[in-house]
């Protein structure tokens, strides 16, 4: 609804009139919206429901679909500015304009096997779910531009995102079992917190457990959660048109990591564009993994699993993740591949690409004379992340080669060795899957594995853990300490104490979390001999790795919601900290007398 002052010819009391008029129009379409929404999900959640209430509810989604499109209508007739009215509307209108368009299709060319009803009954509730998730959206964004705590909107958002996927995971649909009910609220809980926050746990086997629908609701989830709530809003605001609020703006710099605000709509739409072409590049590298199945179950396979290595989710369709498939090339090339662009993070990427141009603009201009004579750098952020991570992929191969090539791998070949090492020195970071089987590890690799989870992937990407930044500042700030330098200097750049405090403290709530999910599983489950298994399992569930030395399952279901809280915290914890502390805190115009205490 427009706020913009009424043009000269027209009244101001004839304006308010409209304006009340809209309102009373938009607060009826959210009315039906919500109606819309409930009337589906009671449709869909379960087959011999749906087959009762296609008729009355086939009818319920054209009428509401037309209320829409009717208030719609009105809402532009009543606008003070048709022009302010179609852009801030655009989205919604977009939308109707699609169901209208696929309803008058239908109705001239038919509707293939389900009928010109079945196939307009599926559009209209498709237009409406997209209409909600676009309203959602929206709310997100003003919630996050009305100057509100930066850290509760975050877990808020994420909490909802959790919530929607327990309530959609628990419809009879959702199960691949026919007959049996819906899913029991722990599993729907444990699974959607762990697709939320991309870890990978689970309970129950994902390819034989879950329906289509049930595996679409993870895809949905993991993707979202991937990608993080603000960015996709902040994605919604380019797509529509719309401006981004300075409180927005400052809040989603924070998110990804980056200080250059002015470029933040620039690096949103590379990150969608980038996200897409890297998924859809993903899946269709993936595409011969499975010969054997029909062409559109191969697509979903592919789909569904480079988007959750892409998001470093870590959700596998076969109940060995890719075990089976560990000599394949796709295996050692293609998924380290999309698991490793997804957890370099999306501003250190934008950053690697803008030197990666700038080089080679000026290599194809050599010999001009208008070549310039200065350097791009690559950002401290950025050099950090690639030094860091080719350190931890080169250690993690070596040292998981070093440990398991005379044990658990002592059958292969050296190139599977290699292969092996190489994939499980990727997954162990954030991603959660496994071409061997975990639970046959050596003592001392499931240490080394814990090690290699806790630092994660890296700032303002998909992946979790202290992340990479902090683990390396932490190294720097030691190594400061030893040189006798009260600064950590960085390539001719002095690294402000603020950041590296924050470093720190993040390293220091990863250990403290780690440690008291792992005290609280032992005490539950009283299993002394199990401790390392557990210590892992904690650590998995912090870094948001997903790979697992045991049975999750097996655990009491204590335990199991203790890992539910803990997947949560190591989601949002990291960033709302981040998020919380990076406003300007005041210091204080006093200092007390400085007191000196014994450290040992």
Same mark, same amino acid.
């Given at each position: 609804?427009?706020?913009?002052?009424?043009?000269?010819?027209?009244?101001?009391?004839?304006?308010?009139?409209?304006?009340?008029?809209?309102?009373?129009?938009?607060?009826?379409?959210?009315?039906?919206?919500?109606?819309?929404?409930?009337?589906?999900?009671?449709?869909?959640?379960?087959?011999?429901?749906?087959?009762?209430?296609?008729?009355?509810?086939?009818?319920?989604?054209?009428?509401?679909?037309?209320?829409?499109?009717?208030?719609?209508?009105?809402?532009?007739?009543?606008?003070?500015?048709?022009? #302010?009215?179609?852009?801030?509307?655009?989205?919604?209108?977009?939308?109707?304009?699609?169901?209208?368009?696929?309803?008058?299709?239908?109705?001239?060319?038919?509707?293939?096997?389900?009928?010109?009803?079945?196939?307009?009954?599926?559009?209209?509730?498709?237009?409406?779910?997209?209409?909600?998730?676009?309203?959602?959206?929206?709310?997100?964004?003003?919630? #996050? #531009?009305?100057?509100?705590?930066?850290?509760?909107?975050?877990?808020?958002?994420?909490?909802?995102?959790?919530?929607?996927?327990?309530?959609?995971?628990?419809?009879?649909?959702?199960?691949?079992?026919?007959?049996?009910?819906?899913?029991?609220?722990?599993?729907?809980?444990? $699974?959607?917190?762990?697709?939320?926050?991309?870890?990978?746990?689970?309970?129950?086997?994902?390819? $034989?457990?879950?329906?289509?629908?049930?595996? $679409?609701?993870?895809?949905?989830?993991?993707?979202?959660?991937?990608?993080?709530?603000?960015?996709?809003?902040?994605?919604?605001?380019?797509?529509?048109?719309?401006?981004?609020?300075?409180?927005?703006?400052?809040?989603?710099?924070?998110?990804?990591?980056?200080?250059?605000?002015?470029?933040?709509?620039?690096?949103?739409?590379?990150?969608?564009?980038?996200?897409?072409?890297?998924?859809?590049?993903?899946?269709?590298?993936?595409?011969?993994?499975?010969?054997?199945?029909?062409?559109?179950?191969?697509?979903?396979?592919?789909?569904?699993?480079?988007?959750?290595?892409?998001?470093?989710?870590?959700?596998?369709?076969?109940?060995?993740?890719?075990? =089976?498939? %560990?000599?394949?090339? %796709?295996?050692?090339?293609?998924?380290?591949?999309?698991?490793?662009?997804?957890?370099?993070?999306?501003?250190?990427?934008?950053?690697?690409?803008?030197?990666?141009?700038?080089?080679?603009?000026?290599?194809?201009?050599?010999?001009?004379?208008?070549?310039?004579?200065?350097?791009?750098?690559?950002?401290?952020?950025?050099?950090?992340?690639?030094?860091?991570?080719?350190?931890?992929?080169?250690?993690?191969?070596?040292?998981?080669?070093?440990?398991?090539?005379?044990?658990?791998? %002592?059958?292969?070949?050296?190139?599977?060795?290699?292969?092996?090492?190489?994939?499980?020195?990727?997954?162990?970071?954030?991603?959660?899957?496994?071409?061997?089987?975990?639970?046959?590890? %050596?003592?001392?690799?499931?240490?080394?594995?814990?090690?290699?989870?806790?630092?994660?992937?890296?700032?303002?990407?998909?992946?979790?853990?202290?992340?990479?930044?902090?683990?390396?500042?932490?190294?720097?700030?030691?190594?400061?300490?030893?040189?006798?330098?009260?600064?950590?200097?960085?390539?001719?750049?002095?690294?402000?104490?603020?950041?590296?405090?924050?470093?720190?403290?993040?390293?220091?709530?990863?250990?403290?979390?780690?440690?008291?999910?792992?005290?609280?599983?032992?005490?539950?489950?009283?299993?002394?001999?199990?401790?390392?298994?557990?210590?892992?399992?904690? $650590? =998995?569930?912090?870094?948001?790795?997903?790979?697992?030395?045991?049975?999750?399952? =097996?655990?009491?279901?204590?335990?199991?919601?203790?890992?539910?809280?803990?997947?949560?915290?190591?989601?949002?914890?990291?960033?709302?900290?981040?998020?919380?502390?990076?406003?300007?805190?005041?210091?204080?115009?006093?200092?007390?007398?400085?007191?000196?205490?014994?450290?040992?």
């Amino acid at each position: 609804m427009s706020t913009e002052i009424p043009p000269p010819n027209i009244p101001l009391a004839v304006a308010r009139q409209r304006i009340r008029r809209s309102s009373r129009v938009l607060a009826a379409e959210r009315v039906m919206q919500v109606v819309g929404v409930v009337s589906i999900v009671l449709h869909r959640s379960s087959r011999q429901w749906e087959s009762m209430t296609d008729l009355p509810l086939g009818i319920a989604t054209l009428v509401i679909m037309s209320v829409f499109a009717v208030g719609l209508g009105l809402r532009y007739y009543w606008a003070v500015s048709h022009k #302010s009215f179609v852009a801030e509307n655009r989205v919604s209108l977009g939308v109707v304009g699609l169901w209208f368009l696929g309803v008058l299709i239908t109705l001239i060319f038919g509707g293939g096997s389900e009928g010109r009803f079945g196939t307009i009954n599926n559009i209209s509730e498709a237009a409406i779910f997209l209409r909600t998730g676009v309203g959602f959206v929206i709310l997100v964004r003003w919630i #996050s #531009s009305g100057g509100r705590n930066p850290a509760f909107i975050l877990v808020a958002s994420f909490l909802v995102l959790v919530a929607v996927g327990t309530i959609l995971l628990m419809l009879p649909r959702a199960r691949a079992e026919v007959g049996q009910g819906g899913a029991p609220f722990h599993v729907a809980l444990f $699974t959607a917190t762990s697709a939320s926050c991309v870890t990978g746990l689970i309970l129950v086997d994902t390819g $034989t457990y879950w329906s289509a629908t049930g595996q $679409t609701i993870i895809l949905c989830l993991f993707q979202i959660g991937g990608l993080g709530i603000m960015t996709c809003g902040s994605l919604f605001a380019l797509v529509s048109a719309r401006r981004m609020q300075v409180r927005e703006t400052a809040f989603l710099a924070d998110m990804l990591e980056t200080e250059n605000t002015g470029a933040l709509r620039k690096l949103m739409t590379s990150i969608v564009l980038f996200t897409a072409t890297a998924e859809l590049i993903g899946a269709a590298s993936l595409w011969g993994l499975w010969p054997e199945l029909p062409w559109h179950e191969r697509a979903f396979h592919s789909l569904f699993h480079s988007v959750s290595a892409f998001c470093n989710a870590g959700f596998a369709l076969m109940p060995d993740s890719f075990s =089976s498939m %560990q000599t394949r090339w %796709q295996i050692w090339a293609a998924v380290p591949a999309l698991i490793i662009v997804g957890g370099l993070g999306f501003a250190a990427m934008a950053d690697l690409g803008r030197v990666f141009r700038w080089r080679i603009t000026n290599r194809t201009r050599a010999g001009s004379v208008n070549v310039p004579h200065g350097r791009m750098r690559l950002g401290n952020t950025s050099w950090l992340v690639g030094v860091t991570t080719l350190g931890l992929l080169a250690w993690g191969t070596c040292g998981f080669y070093l440990l398991e090539s005379a044990a658990l791998m %002592q059958d292969l070949t050296v190139a599977e060795q290699a292969s092996a090492s190489w994939f499980q020195s990727v997954t162990f970071r954030t991603a959660g899957f496994n071409t061997v089987d975990l639970a046959d590890l %050596q003592p001392g690799t499931k240490f080394f594995g814990i090690m290699m989870m806790f630092v994660g992937a890296s700032p303002g990407s998909t992946g979790g853990g202290i992340k990479t930044v902090s683990f390396a500042l932490s190294i720097l700030a030691v190594v400061a300490l030893l040189r006798g330098r009260e600064q950590i200097e960085l390539r001719g750049r002095t690294i402000p104490q603020s950041i590296v405090k924050r470093s720190l403290m993040i390293v220091a709530m990863g250990i403290f979390c780690v440690l008291t999910t792992t005290l609280l599983i032992v005490v539950i489950e009283n299993q002394p001999e199990y401790f390392l298994d557990h210590l892992f399992e904690a $650590t =998995s569930a912090f870094a948001t790795v997903g790979v697992s030395t045991i049975d999750t399952a =097996s655990l009491r279901i204590p335990s199991q919601f203790v890992i539910i809280l803990t997947m949560f915290v190591g989601r949002v914890g990291p960033l709302t900290l981040i998020v919380g502390l990076a406003g300007s805190g005041d210091n204080g115009r006093y200092s007390y007398p400085e007191e000196r205490v014994m450290l040992g």
